[in-house]
């Protein structure tokens, strides 16, 4: 995409009926890599996150503490959702709540919209529903436990807790109006779902035929009230969905809403279907363009099963930041899992990387560096001499690797691009090694191919510092200054990263990169 173009990507929005997990952080950091690298290309990026806080499963959270859903929602976004975000340093340029009168007059214009336009019709329904879902579920999503507090009764796949039998006169959406279309958008965009597995899953289900969906509740009134019926409130799902074009101007903003729309939607693989299937059905009921892609991304396991609070399994981010600081929380969950994929989490993994990769590999390579250009050379970088082909290949490895990690950035696999990167960093310290400038520094003989070869790391230097400032922040602005970088480095073009030149003097880094950690953690 040329520079200067929209970028708009969203997170899901999170419940906020418990404090967050390392699970919810990983989509975030997901995202944030994703707008960072958007916002190094140039292009005009708009990142946004927030809290799903309407029905159910919030309202009864609520009653079970002696409180209002209001009340409640408002306690955990600002003790917990909002920090949530400074832990794992996220730079999203909004923050939307579900209860903002923002999202809710959108809600009522969508709304009141498709109505008018004879797509909501009045029925009745009833099914087993899974309050943890938010969702009627189908009998495939449905297990009969054979063990536990539960044997012998039908539980929800994802939650492993029991469905509830609802019945119920909701008004429905006329979603199977849009099965054809909806078909017609897998096929003619086959990148509108990703990955691969996840699309498969999404074109079975609808080639299986759909349903109208109901999208609304009349048993209990936490949520946002349908216009023409006040006895009803909107359905969780219908009511969370719209937050995404809510946010960016829909109804109120029509410059903005056109500046921004449509986004990358980054989702758990469970919730793919309501990205994937619901919210295009209902954005082309709308006549409004459907998202740019939907990206499921997989789970992080515990004991092979889906991590999450309601097992006990979850694990705080801080548990972890507080230990290893939030860029090495980002770097590991962006390297050691196959975005896209499943992935579990182990200290002794993190623990593993954090030493070789982090501090032995990156840090090390930028303090020896640095260090180097002060006690030989006083601190300013010297012109280099004639080329060798080792320097020269080491010229061509910043170039393959920033291409490379641009182009795997396109196809979502932040793995890929971080194992692109690292081929620099394993190049420069082999380099290093090989080349022994220690052992150059001993002859005034050798002085001109110190100065090649110290010349030539400080430029990888510089380069890695740019391709990493999106997973490494922190680290990368404090590489930065260290090497005289001009301008911050979030402010450094991806594409130009091997063309940086820097000022040419250097000054100490404040510590290292990444420090020693001393204590094991839990
Ligand atoms: N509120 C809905 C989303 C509405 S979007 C219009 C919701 N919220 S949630 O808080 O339960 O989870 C949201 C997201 O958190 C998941 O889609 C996923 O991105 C992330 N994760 C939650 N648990 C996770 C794992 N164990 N592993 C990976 N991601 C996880 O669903």
């Avoid at 073009?493 to 000054?507: M, P, Q």
Wanted: aromatic residues 12%; contains cysteine; negative net charge.
């Amino acid at each position: 995409m040329p520079a200067g173009e929209s970028f708009y990507i969203a997170t899901p929005i999170f419940y906020v009926n418990d404090v967050p997990h390392i699970g919810h952080a990983y989509t975030e950091v997901a995202a944030d890599v994703l707008a960072r690298w958007h916002r190094q290309r140039g292009e005009d990026t708009w990142l946004l996150t927030g809290t799903d806080e309407h029905g159910q499963k919030i309202l009864r959270t609520a009653v079970a503490n002696d409180t209002t859903p209001q009340a409640w929602a408002d306690e955990l976004v600002e003790s917990a959702w909002k920090p949530l975000l400074k832990t794992i340093d996220i730079r999203n340029d909004d923050f939307i709540r579900t209860t903002d009168e923002r999202h809710e007059k959108a809600v009522v214009t969508f709304l009141q919209n498709l109505y008018d336009k004879g797509l909501i019709y009045s029925g009745e329904y009833e099914g087993y529903y899974c309050v943890g879902c938010e969702e009627y579920k189908q009998q495939d999503d449905l297990v009969e436990t054979e063990t536990g507090d539960y044997a012998g009764q039908l539980v929800c796949k994802i939650h492993s807790r029991p469905v509830e039998i609802l019945k119920e006169k909701n008004y429905f959406f006329r979603m199977s109006d849009f099965e054809q279309r909806l078909l017609d958008l897998y096929e003619s965009q086959p990148d509108f779902v990703q990955p691969e597995s996840v699309r498969n899953e999404i074109v079975q289900f609808v080639k299986q035929g759909l349903s109208d969906l109901s999208i609304s509740r009349s048993s209990f009134d936490w949520g946002i009230k349908v216009p023409w019926d006040e006895s009803h409130v909107v359905y969780v799902w219908f009511d969370a969905l719209l937050n995404y074009i809510a946010a960016v101007g829909y109804g109120s903003d029509d410059a903005e809403f056109e500046r921004r729309w449509p986004a990358v939607q980054l989702v758990g693989k469970d919730i793919a279907r309501f990205h994937a299937v619901i919210w295009p059905a209902m954005l082309m009921a709308a006549e409004l363009p459907v998202p740019r892609n939907v990206f499921g991304h997989g789970w992080l396991l515990v004991g092979g099963e889906k991590m999450s609070k309601s097992k006990l399994t979850g694990i705080a981010p801080n548990q972890i930041t507080d230990t290893f600081g939030s860029d090495a929380f980002r770097y590991y969950f962006m390297r050691a899992i196959n975005f896209g994929q499943d992935g579990s989490f182990s200290w002794e993994d993190l623990s593993a990387r954090y030493q070789a990769e982090l501090a032995n590999g990156f840090g090390n390579l930028a303090s020896r560096v640095i260090a180097m250009v002060q006690r030989y050379f006083d601190g300013q970088v010297p012109e280099p001499g004639e080329l060798t082909d080792a320097d020269r290949r080491v010229r061509i490895t910043e170039q393959a690797s920033t291409d490379a990690a641009d182009s795997a950035i396109d196809r979502f696999a932040i793995h890929e691009s971080l194992a692109s990167i690292w081929n620099l960093v394993d190049e420069l310290n082999g380099y290093i090694t090989e080349q022994e400038p220690w052992n150059l520094a001993k002859s005034e003989e050798t002085r001109e191919r110190l100065a090649t070869v110290l010349h030539t790391a400080y430029r990888g230097l510089g380069t890695l510092a740019v391709l990493l400032s999106p997973v490494l922040p922190q680290a990368t602005a404090k590489l930065w200054t260290a090497l005289g970088g001009e301008g911050g480095i979030d402010e450094q073009v991806i594409s130009e990263a091997a063309k940086w030149r820097g000022s040419g003097s250097v000054t100490g880094l404040d510590g290292t990169l990444f420090p020693r950690i001393e204590q094991p953690a839990a």
